[in-house]
C-alpha cells in the first residue's frame, strides 16, 4: 500500500455522508449564483462539459437548491460567446501509476525543498524540485497543487492551469484545485472584452461639432450623459445671466460692467472645454453605451 507523504498545500477532504435538504425551503439566491458563474466562466471560453463539472462540484460541497425529489439538479446552459479561450501549457505530466514507498520517501523530502524554496521566493529552483517530486509520484494531487501555485506565481498561467487540472483528475475530491483552476479561468485578462462586449468607436470630427452647436451634447454622443447635462445647464446659465439680468448686456449701455466680462471669460472657457474634452473623449478606444450613435 503506497503511503502518502504529508505535503505542504493542504487537502480537503469532502463530507462524503448523506445529507438532507427541506424542499420547503427554496434557496434562489444559489440558483442565480449558479446562473452567474455559468455565464462568466463561459465567456472564458470554459466549455460546457466542464462549467457543469465545477458547478456540480459546489453544490455538492455547499448548499444545494431545493429540486423535485428523483430529479437531479443540472447548471443551467448558456452558449459560449465570441472566441474560445483555449490553454496553451507548456509542460507535459507523466501517466498516472502506483508508486513505491521508496519513491514516496523521495518525493517527501523534494517537496519539503519546494516549499521551503517557495517562502523565499526562489520559485524556479521550487518549479523544478515539483517537476522532479511530480515524476516520483505523478498521482499525487498535493504535489500537483503545489506545482500549479509555483507557476501561477511565475506568471505561466496556461501552465498553472493545466497542474490545477491534472491534480483534478489525480484526486476528483480535491476541491482546492478545482477552485483555483475555475478562479484563474476567471482572471484571463485575454477574455476580459467578452464582458465588456465590442467597442464602440466614436468620431471626434462629430463630437466636436456636436459640442460646437451645444456645450454636453458632444459630452452626451460620447455617452457621458451626467457630464453633458451639467456643461449644458451651466452653458444655459451663463447665457441667462449674461443677456436677461443686469449682471449682463443690460448695463451696455454705460459700458460692459466688469460682472459682465467675467460672465463671457467664464462662458468662453466653459465652451473651449466642452470642445477639448469632447475630442479627447471620443478618442479613447472603450466607452460604455450610451448618447446619440452616428
Known amino acids: 500500500m503506497e503511503t502518502q507523504p504529508e505535503r505542504s498545500s493542504e487537502s480537503h477532504n469532502e463530507d462524503t455522508g448523506d445529507k438532507t435538504t427541506s424542499l420547503d425551503t ?32 459546489g453544490r455538492s460541497s455547499g448548499a444545494t437548491p431545493a429540486t423535485t425529489p428523483g430529479v437531479a439538479a443540472t447548471p443551467p446552459q448558456c452558449p459560449i460567446p465570441g472566441p474560445v479561450f483555449q490553454p496553451h501549457p507548456t509542460i507535459t505530466f507523466p501517466e498516472f501509476r502506483d508508486s513505491t514507498a521508496e519513491e514516496a520517501d523521495k518525493a517527501d523530502k523534494v517537496l519539503r525543498q519546494a516549499a521551503l524554496h517557495k517562502r523565499r521566493g526562489r520559485l524556479a529552483d521550487a518549479a523544478k524540485e515539483c ?14 497543487e503545489l506545482y500549479g501555485d509555483i507557476l501561477q506565481s511565475l506568471g505561466r498561467v496556461d501552465d498553472a492551469l493545466a497542474a490545477y487540472r491534472r491534480a483534478g483528475e489525480a484526486d476528483p ?8 483552476y475555475a478562479e484563474l479561468l476567471l482572471m484571463q485578462d485575454r477574455s476580459v472584452s467578452a464582458f465588456q462586449g465590442p467597442a464602440e468607436v466614436r468620431n471626434p470630427y462629430v463630437a466636436v461639432l456636436l459640442s460646437a452647436l451645444c456645450p454636453g451634447a458632444g459630452q452626451y454622443y460620447n455617452g457621458q450623459p451626467v457630464k453633458a447635462l451639467t456643461l449644458a445647464v451651466l452653458a444655459l446659465g451663463f ?12 448695463t451696455a449701455e454705460i459700458g460692459l460692467s466688469a460682472t459682465s466680462v467675467l460672465l463671457i471669460v ?29
Open 131 to 144: 517537476e522532479e517530486a511530480i515524476r516520483l509520484i505523478p498521482k499525487d494531487a498535493a504535489a500537483l
Open 239 to 250: 447665457v441667462a445671466l449674461l443677456f436677461w439680468t443686469p449682471l449682463g448686456f443690460a
Open 26 to 57: 427554496p434557496q434562489p439566491p444559489v440558483l442565480k449564483d449558479d446562473e452567474a458563474l455559468a455565464r462568466a466562466l463561459a465567456a472564458r471560453g470554459v466549455p460546457p462539459e466542464e462549467i457543469q463539472r465545477l458547478l456540480s462540484l
Open 266 to 294: 467664464l462662458l468662453g472657457a466653459l465652451y473651449i472645454y466642452a470642445l477639448v474634452d469632447a475630442n479627447l473623449v471620443a478618442r479613447m478606444p472603450v466607452r460604455r453605451k450610451g448618447g446619440w450613435d452616428v
Open 173 to 180: 475530491r480535491r476541491a482546492s484545485a478545482e477552485k483555483k
